[in-house]
Each structure stands twice: as C-alpha cells, then as structure tokens.
C-alpha cells in the first residue's frame, strides 16, 4: 500500500513536540541540510525526475550587451568564505570559486582529463610518471603571467609540515617524495621536477586509471605564487589573499565579498579563452524560507543548491526553466568507531572500545530508518535510498546487485535481541549487552523546519525499536560547526549524517583510506585497506579488475556497516527564462562556458 504523506506528518506532529524540547527553541564535505517551511500538497511523483528537467536553457531571444547574472545560494547560515582551493573545507565555498575558477584541467562527459583545458596531461604509464604542460600566454586576473610555478605551489603547500587543510591525504602521499617533505626531512617534494617555465613532470609510487579523473595525488588546481608564495602556509587560510582579494584564472574575477553574504565578480578580461559576454556576477546567501517567492518575482537569474523539499512551490512557475542532473553525491550515516592519530596521520580503529562497535547495533540501526517515505514525502522522490557509497551515474563501478538497508523495523528487532541489547527494565528502551543504560549520540546537521522534521522521524524509527537516540549538543549543529566536531572526533558524537559530493572521480582513496582525515567513521581494516589500494593500483588499468576492486570495496563496506548509505540525489537549479547559453550536462557544463552565458532584455515574472 502506498504510504501517504499525511500519515507521516500526522505522527511527525507529535515527534516534533518531543525534538523542540530537546532542541532549546533554536532552530550541512557536501551541502546536506534541505528542507522546506510547509506541506504544500503538492506531489511530484506523477512524472520522473528525467521528465521533470532538462540538462540546458532553450532561450532564443536576443540577447543584451553585458548584464548582471544575478544568483541565488540557498543557505541557512553564513558560508565560511575560503576562497583557496587547497584550503576549503565545503562544497558552498567551491561554488562560489567555481565562478572565478582555477582549475587547469577539463573532463569529458565520462569525467575523463581531456586536453581542451589550460593544461594538458601526459602519462608515463611504465615509469610511474606523468607530464602536465600549460598553455603559454595564458594571465591571472591581475595580468601577472600563468607559469608552471603555479601548478607547483599547491603541492607544496598540501605537503607542507603546518598544512591546516584535510587534503594531505593516502592520494597524495603516492607522489614520491611527499611524506619526507611533510615530515620536515626534506625541503621540497622530489617527485615534483620542474622542465621549464610551462612544463611539469611529477614522479608517482605507482599508477592507476584514477589519474585520468585527477587521482593518484594527481592536483587540479593552481595557485597564485606571485601573491601567496612567501605567506607563512599555517598563515594562509586566514590572509587577504584568502579571504579578501583572492587573483584568478577563470572567466570572473572577485571584486568585493561581504563575509558570509555575498560575493560580487567582474568580467576577467584577462580570460584565456576570450572575455565573457557578461558584465559580471552576483551571488547572494539566500534563506530557503524566502528562495521560492524570490523565484517567482524574478529576483534572481539562477539558484543554487537548491532544496527538493521547495520543488512543488516552484514546479509549476512559468519564469523559469528547471534543470536537474544525477548528482556526484550520496548522504549517509557513519558510526565512529575510533578516533584520528593526527600526529602520525593514520586511522585507529577500536571496534571492541566504541560504543558503536557491535556490527548488529549498526546494521539494526540501518534497517530501522524508513528513508523511503523520507524521500517520497519531503523530497518529493528526488531523492531515493542509497544501497551503495558509489553514486549510479558511475555506472561501470557502481554496484546495483546491493540490497542496502532497506526499512525492515522487525529485522532491527531482530539484530538487536540476537546481539543483547535488551530492554531489562521495562521502561521501552533497550538496555547494552551488560544491562546498563544505552543512550546513542547523533550528530546532524541543522536547516529549515522540515530538517527538524526528518531528524525527529528518524530518532522515532529509532525509538521504536528501543533504541534511545538523543541529539549531540541537544540539538542540530550548524554546518559548520558539524564537521569541526566530526573530525576531531568530538565524544559527544557516537554517530552523525553527514553527506559527500564525491567529484569526477568515483575512487574511495582519500575517505575511507588508513591514513585519510575525511574518514570519519575512523574505520579501517586490512580488507577494506586493500580494497581502497587495489581500485587505483597498477592492475586497475584493466577494467575488469578495476570495477572487481570497486565491488569489493562497496560490499565490505556494506557488510561491516561503519558508514550506512542513505540517499542518493538530484540536482536540481532553477534558472530565469532570460538566461542564455546555460547547461549542466557533465562534460559540457556552465563551469566550462561560463564567458558564453548572456541575458535578454526580458525579466520574466511568474503568472501564478
């Protein structure tokens, strides 16, 4: 039978009474914080998500000279601001450098480097070694010359001893020559050779197909080394050049930033593939109680990260075109089950001395989540469950033979009794296996009113299998705040939802690897440890093995339950009818052509 969403809100009602006591009256890496103000009664599910969208505008009117593109960022809470590509720690932030961007290299429709970019790739497959040559004549956004110095500096600044980032991870320790540099043994990486002003070759342990997708440590980003070289690197993410005039390769240049607000670019003459057609860009941090009515007056041009929950206030606007995408994206629920030596850089995982270290308590709390009405009712089915940590639209390593943990309360029950965590003194809360009080900590994230809403639902599924799940902090935790607490493995926190835009290139390496910081759950093991090896070793250039390895990866990790996938997603952005030249299909999107996009004259209003 059909679940209906009035049934779910009506028990939500009172779940809600019982999370605003515990939440104080107070009110997302990757963005996951959506929700929506009201039920509008509005369902969607009558047409898939390929029916709903389109991947480009279709605008053949004539177009202005020069304009304002005018863009939308749905947040609840200020962005952090770090406009440093080796230094950011969110997706809001990437969006906003994706406007003025720095990357040298260009995929394909398959996420593949082609050679269309500012720099081209060469591999040396049988010597471990591959060759990045950069166009010539190429300017920032200031007119100092593009040279290699520029690919090299964000090396030397991830490798560095007082790096503060995350991104000294097992990826790039596979460049030779980067732990003893990190180690303070040697004063530059030796991996990294320099042949002139325009060419660089970097020597590599060993190679895998991922360094066609900017793997293996391989970097896709430059750096301003006129500007920021002689900045003291634990001094970086705090400098001007950081935070108030960042210099640029890409189409727009920055010209003021209001903290946490706004940020307000100008056409980058300087531009290598030819000035943009527009005079320059707005974004502005936009509530998501106020996104759908700034929509429909026309207000703004285009929106991003947009929320699912808002679909049924916009779909029937006739302003705006919608487009939508499978995301490189999943949402899931991660366990700690250790903590994060940072002084030796490794994961120590102690299942035995973690709460959370019984595999039936994490797999019961997996089967316990009905995320299927979630999806069906907040989202609108533009998300479903997720049955694997690989997104579907990698379809030569994603594994759809996993059943995941699809809702099935009786079988939670079941996992439970079999582990011993009864309820031994009657009072409907299950009790650990030595009978003591058993209270699980979740972090989440905080949003709008129906993220209060989907978390108080979650913790009933919870509850009605016995389990007492409270709140970290007695509430949700600001995006930001969230990953501070996750990954310095906050005791308050013995499990937390949390999400990750995974990029072009699908490789676990870098999250789930011994001696990454992104792996939260701080598991490892020798299986999965292979397994995150293997899919970007040496025999991954045959295919066959390569997709065996990823398999492998995605049912360890299924079967050990430290990370629970929950959701896969669409992308969706609304776009006013006035925007020209707009696409969001892989290999040919908006970040590649954004000197193409223009306006006309028209700023379309919705009629309803």
Request: some cysteine; charged content about 25%; hydrophobic content about 35%.
């Amino acid at each position: 039978m059909k679940k209906t969403k009035w049934s779910l809100l009506a028990l939500l009602f009172s779940v809600l009474l019982v999370l605003a006591a515990c939440n104080g009256g107070d009110d997302e890496p990757a963005k996951d914080s959506e929700g929506a103000e009201e039920d509008t009664g509005t369902e969607t599910d009558a047409k898939t998500a390929d029916e709903l969208f389109t991947l480009a505008v279709e605008n053949n009117e004539e177009a202005i000279e020069g304009g304002t593109l005018r863009v939308a960022m749905v947040k609840d809470e200020p962005f952090q601001g770090i406009f440093n590509w080796e230094l950011y720690e969110d997706a809001y932030d990437a969006d906003l450098m994706d406007w003025a961007t720095n990357v040298i290299f260009e995929t394909d429709e398959n996420f593949m480097i082609t050679d269309t970019g500012l720099a081209t790739l060469d591999v040396d497959q049988d010597n471990n070694k591959v060759t990045v040559k950069i166009r010539e004549g190429v300017k920032w956004s200031d007119g100092e010359p593009f040279t290699i110095d520029d690919v090299i500096l964000p090396y030397l600044i991830i490798g560095h001893p007082d790096y503060t980032g995350v991104r000294y991870d097992t990826q790039f320790q596979n460049i030779i020559g980067a732990e003893e540099y990190n180690a303070g043994k040697a004063d530059t990486i030796s991996g990294l050779k320099k042949i002139d002003d325009h060419t660089l070759e970097i020597s590599f342990k060993q190679l895998s197909p991922a360094i066609y997708y900017s793997g293996d440590g391989l970097w896709s980003y430059a750096a301003p080394s006129h500007q920021i070289k002689d900045i003291p690197v634990a001094e970086l993410v705090e400098s001007d050049a950081v935070r108030k005039n960042p210099v640029t390769l890409g189409a727009f240049k920055i010209d003021k930033i209001v903290p946490g607000e706004s940020v307000q670019y100008s056409r980058n003459e300087h531009y290598w593939k030819g000035a943009p057609k527009l005079d320059g860009v707005v974004v502005e941090v936009v509530p998501s109680s106020s996104i759908s009515v700034a929509i429909g007056s026309g207000e703004y041009d285009l929106v991003q990260s947009f929320n699912a929950t808002k679909m049924p206030e916009i779909e029937n606007f006739d302003n705006i075109s919608i487009l939508g995408r499978q995301e490189l994206y999943y949402s899931y629920l991660g366990f700690k089950v250790g903590k994060y030596d940072f002084e030796n850089n490794t994961v120590v995982t102690d299942l035995e001395g973690s709460k959370m270290g019984d595999v039936k308590l994490r797999q019961a709390m997996g089967y316990a989540l009905d995320i299927e009405q979630v999806s069906e009712v907040f989202y609108n089915n533009l998300r479903e469950r997720a049955n694997s940590l690989i997104p579907p639209v990698f379809k030569a390593f994603y594994d759809d033979s996993l059943e995941g943990y699809t809702y099935d309360p009786e079988k939670a029950k079941a996992l439970l009794d079999e582990a011993g965590y009864k309820d031994v003194d009657g009072d409907g809360f299950r009790e650990d296996k030595n009978g003591e009080k058993l209270e699980i900590k979740l972090a989440a994230m905080s949003g709008d009113a129906t993220q209060e809403e989907i978390i108080a639902f979650y913790l009933q599924n919870w509850k009605d299998v016995g389990l007492n799940v409270q709140l970290s902090t007695g509430r949700l935790i600001e995006f930001n705040s969230f990953y501070d607490k996750v990954e310095a493995d906050d005791p308050e926190i013995d499990m937390f939802m949390g999400a990750w835009g995974t990029g072009t290139n699908p490789s676990p390496a870098g999250l789930y690897g011994k001696a990454d910081q992104f792996n939260y759950s701080r598991y490892t093991s020798e299986e999965l440890e292979s397994a995150v090896k293997n899919i970007d070793s040496p025999k991954a250039f045959d295919t066959n093995y390569r997709a065996q390895e990823f398999k492998k990866f995605q049912q360890h990790i299924e079967e050990v339950a430290t990370t629970i996938p929950m959701q896969f997603r669409y992308e969706i952005v609304p776009v006013n009818k006035r925007v020209k030249n707009f696409s969001i299909e892989y290999g040919n999107d908006y970040s590649d052509h954004l000197h193409e996009i223009e306006l006309t004259a028209e700023e379309p209003v919705a009629s309803n």
